[in-house]
């Protein structure tokens, strides 16, 4: 079993849907969360950035983290077609410990 | 200005050949990374660097060898290439050891044939 999974999808919505991105993980040690967005041939730029359990809202993108199930997501509201990108979930225990992605969730929004 | 620049960012060569890849920060950043991309997207971490000292080395077959000539340089040299070695490589940097302000560079396609 893979520390972090995530769906590869790919996931196809409507322009103006709201979108939910999620991932599992295994590891209770982990502390910090993080979303990428990676474009086609593009290096993957971090999006959003949270500690702890909670949300975190950002314009259209909202992030949640329930750490007592281990579960993470990533909300985008009235997607774009600009929006159709790979989003990779992200998470460290902190210290000096490695980062360690999801496999990343391919998101198409159509016009 | 480009942040993280790696060069080239499209390689295709013989199985047996020796390679670098080349990356660059201006971010006045203290640690350097290389990361491997697999057809399937998944993103593993390689090797870091701390002001040009190895602080993470993961499992990698030793014909990998990073260089850091400097704290804005992390070089990657393959030696005796393989088909498997075939993947994108990202050069990436942050501050300290911040994973929160870790910045990718475009990306290194390499293809072995």
């Not at chain 2, 960012?9 to 491997?36: A, F, P, R």
């Not at chain 2, 290439?81 to 560079?105: H, K, R």
Request: proline letters at 4%; a neutral charge.
């Amino acid at each position: 079993q893979k520390e972090v999974e995530q769906d590869p999808g790919p996931l196809s919505v409507p322009e103006g849907a709201i979108v939910s991105l999620n991932c599992t993980y295994s590891n209770s040690a982990f502390q910090y969360f993080m979303w990428y967005r990676q474009y086609s041939r593009k290096g993957p730029e971090l999006l959003m950035y949270t500690y702890s359990s909670g949300n975190k809202e950002d314009g259209r993108f909202t992030a949640q983290v329930d750490k007592s199930s281990k579960y993470i997501s990533l909300f985008i509201r009235d997607s774009q077609p600009s929006d159709s990108a790979t989003y990779l979930c992200a998470m460290y225990p902190g210290g000096g410990n490695k980062l360690t992605f999801g496999t990343g969730t391919q998101l198409k929004v159509e016009l | 200005d480009t942040a993280v620049s790696q060069t080239p960012k499209y390689l295709v060569t013989q199985m047996g050949n020796d390679k670098s890849i080349k990356c660059e920060q201006n971010l006045g950043h203290d640690t350097m990374y290389w990361y491997k991309q697999d057809s399937k997207k998944f993103l593993k971490i390689m090797f870091s660097y701390n002001n040009k000292e190895l602080i993470i080395n993961e499992t990698v077959p030793n014909r990998f060898s990073p260089k850091s000539p400097d704290k804005a340089h992390l070089n990657l040299h393959i030696n005796s290439l393989e088909l498997g070695d075939s993947a994108v490589y990202f050069c990436a940097s942050s501050q300290e050891q911040g994973w929160n302000t870790i910045y990718f560079g475009e990306g290194s396609w390499l293809t072995v044939v």
